[in-house]
């Protein structure tokens, strides 16, 4: 059975950083993988994908220049930095995964996406 399981969450300061990971296990099939938010009152978000064949990279308007995704694939691990961190940027963070294969728009929308983990917290007072 796919499982994730993210870390990393915490709080800081408005412009720090934190550094999220997202452990795969039970699974072998994986086209994308992605970072997703949720803060109160307000729809899921996508934040940032990558595929997991190719490494392309596909960032919301609103943290590129300040999150990179990245992946492990040997390690089965994802990774989100996040820098210049923003009170905005306070929500849950989940990490999913996909085994469609998708393109543009697609890449950041939660329906496309059937495996989650349970979320880890970010908070960033100002």
């Known amino acids: 059975q796919a499982q994730l399981v993210e870390s990393g969450g915490g709080s800081v300061q408005a412009g720090g950083s934190l550094s999220l990971s997202c452990a795969a296990s039970g699974y072998t099939a994986t086209r994308y993988m992605a970072w997703f938010r949720q803060a109160p009152e307000k729809q899921r978000e996508g934040v940032a994908a990558?595929?997991?064949?190719?490494?392309?990279?596909y960032y919301a308007d609103s943290v590129k220049g300040r999150f990179t995704i990245s992946r492990d694939n040997a390690k089965n691990t994802l990774y989100l930095q996040m820098n210049s961190l923003k009170p905005d940027d306070t929500a849950m963070y989940y990490c999913a995964r996909t085994v469609f294969a998708l393109g543009g728009t697609q890449t950041l929308s939660a329906p496309y996406y059937s495996t989650w983990g349970q979320g880890t917290q970010v908070s960033v007072s100002s």
């Open positions: 990558i595929s997991t064949g190719s490494g392309t990279t």
